[in-house]
């Protein structure tokens, strides 16, 4: 797998773009992915149907199990046509047997209904991890996008119901209407008729090859954008860019001046041939055995070789006969008893009178709990309102330790100069740049954590650190002082100018730190 020869640009994409990219490229490569699920599966259904001529029901039931078998094909396809290496339907097909080799047994047991499924087969088919390392890597993978994957197997297989139904309707408005008022509907309603239940189920084996390639190819596309994230193959790609680029014109510039590297080259010999060699030191060197004699030394050590005894409560094993006690407990047969009781008191005339008590019994008792729950969620969505009727004050919250160093900068008021803005253009103006604005920088975010008592603990970033203030300015509270949207644009402004400065060395211009000043003026200037 080559990530230069990717297909699609390699960036951080949501869940959902990408199922859209999915969506493009199933909708790109489509008519070759339907063929190459479609000639399996087809013969297969054709067999059944020679097979077990009066079986229609369990026939496609039988190929919707083998959804897994067929799903590889198409993903092998897809794979190497996004990394630039495609592959016809015919070497596609060669690899049918191959391809499912791996793993079938457990894809057509245990992981048949997995809604995560288009997500997790390319770890079997393209990894090819099994076991121990499939399952830690599916821990990762499944910390996100994982959701999404769910909801692209509901909302596709229902795509699939309404495809079917779709058609079956075109079906039927396709017979004249003077044939279609003497057909009789109930044996066709009722399946008496085989040849339509064949001809049913080979209408959804259509849908199904037509909708695979799309449900196919999210799943890789949510795989493949969980890899890029993990592995940062954007960032890879762009160093690979910036080096051939380097390269390039360190090609191009050895073609333009061959003689000046030719001359630099014999003069650095020449000056290098003067210099003495210091003699070489033979005991430093170790042999290979020497080398492997000393890593197990190491590795003998006490470092390596530390033990913990941990003593703790276990249960302990219990008997057939508690088991069984846990296993049913007495409340469940009291309550089961209760269902039933006036059941047995009902005379036997038929099955629909017996069950009526017992059905009425059940729908009362999930009325009550119905109505308890309604009340608990409306005590629960209006609480605050019924507090305030109630004049119930809370307690106060316990105030925060107030941080007197945050991104390694002393934020206590003590620290800050009696004039903020006039000390920072001052060091701007002597070339200290960092200096002047990291002192504007720490000025408001201690001003933030003492006026408007904002909590920004050591686990926050800077950009964390300026949403809590975009969130205060957009979901006000009464609690809290609010934060006006000038002060939050001024926040993520400043936030913005020092990330640059700070990490990629980039000092904004005099006149926009003159502009932050003025504005740092207007929010806490009258507040010292």
């Not at 990629?504 to 000043?517: G, I």
């Amino acid at each position: 797998m080559q990530i230069k020869n990717l297909a699609v640009r390699a960036r951080l994409r949501s869940p959902w773009e990408s199922v859209d990219l999915g969506i493009a490229l199933a909708r790109k490569y489509w008519w070759q992915l339907f063929i190459v699920y479609l000639l399996p599966a087809a013969p297969l259904f054709a067999l059944c149907y020679w097979l077990f001529p009066e079986s229609p029901t369990l026939s496609i039931l039988f190929i919707w199990w083998l959804k897994p078998v067929f799903d590889r094909q198409p993903l092998f396809m897809i794979s190497r046509a996004l990394f630039g290496s495609p592959v016809s339907i015919g070497e596609a097909l060669k690899h049918f047997f191959s391809q499912n080799r791996r793993d079938w047994f457990m894809w057509l047991t245990l992981r048949r209904l997995s809604p995560t499924r288009s997500f997790d087969m390319p770890v079997t088919v393209l990894e090819q991890s099994t076991g121990k390392a499939r399952t830690s890597r599916l821990g990762v993978l499944h910390r996100k996008h994982s959701g999404a994957a769910t909801w692209l197997t509901l909302t596709l297989y229902h795509i699939e119901i309404f495809l079917l139904a779709a058609l079956s309707v075109m079906a039927f408005l396709f017979i004249p209407e003077q044939y279609s008022d003497g057909i009789d509907w109930i044996p066709l309603l009722q399946g008496d008729t085989q040849w339509l239940e064949w001809i049913y189920n080979g209408l959804y084996l259509f849908v199904m090859a037509a909708v695979a390639p799309f449900y196919i190819v999210s799943g890789f596309c949510l795989y493949i954008g969980r890899r890029i994230e993990l592995e940062g193959w954007d960032i890879e790609i762009q160093f690979r860019d910036l080096l051939e680029r380097q390269q390039r014109e360190q090609e191009s510039h050895r073609r333009r001046k061959p003689s000046t590297a030719a001359l630099i080259l014999i003069c650095g010999l020449t000056f290098g041939s003067l210099i003495p060699a210091p003699p070489a030191s033979a005991a430093s060197l170790e042999t290979p055995q020497q080398a492997q004699e000393h890593i197990d030394e190491i590795l003998a050590g006490d470092e390596f070789h530390q033990m913990k005894e941990i003593s703790g409560w276990r249960k302990k094993d219990k008997s057939e006969t508690e088991a069984v006690k846990e296993k049913f407990p007495e409340w469940l047969i009291n309550f089961i008893e209760w269902l039933f009781e006036n059941s047995k008191d009902t005379p036997e005339v038929d099955d629909e009178v017996k069950w009526g008590p017992t059905i009425a019994k059940i729908l009362e008792l999930l009325l009550w709990i119905g109505l308890v729950f309604g009340l608990g969620y409306l005590l629960w969505r209006h609480h605050d309102k019924i507090l305030q009727s109630l004049k119930w004050q809370p307690k106060p919250k316990k105030k925060q330790p107030v941080p007197e160093t945050l991104f390694g900068l002393d934020v206590r008021q003590s620290s800050l100069p009696d004039d903020v803005c006039a000390e920072v253009m001052r060091l701007w103006t002597e070339g200290d740049k960092r200096a002047s604005l990291g002192l504007l920088y720490r000025a408001t975010l201690s001003h933030l954590i003492e006026d408007f008592e904002f909590y920004f603990g050591d686990h926050l970033t800077e950009s964390e650190c300026a949403q809590l203030v975009q969130v205060r300015q957009q979901e006000p509270n009464e609690v809290q002082r609010p934060v006006s949207p000038a002060l939050s644009q001024f926040v993520q402004e400043l936030t913005a100018n020092w990330q640059q400065l700070a990490y990629a060395h980039r000092p904004p211009k005099e006149a926009q730190v003159s502009s932050l000043c003025s504005q740092w003026q207007e929010e806490f200037g009258n507040d010292r």
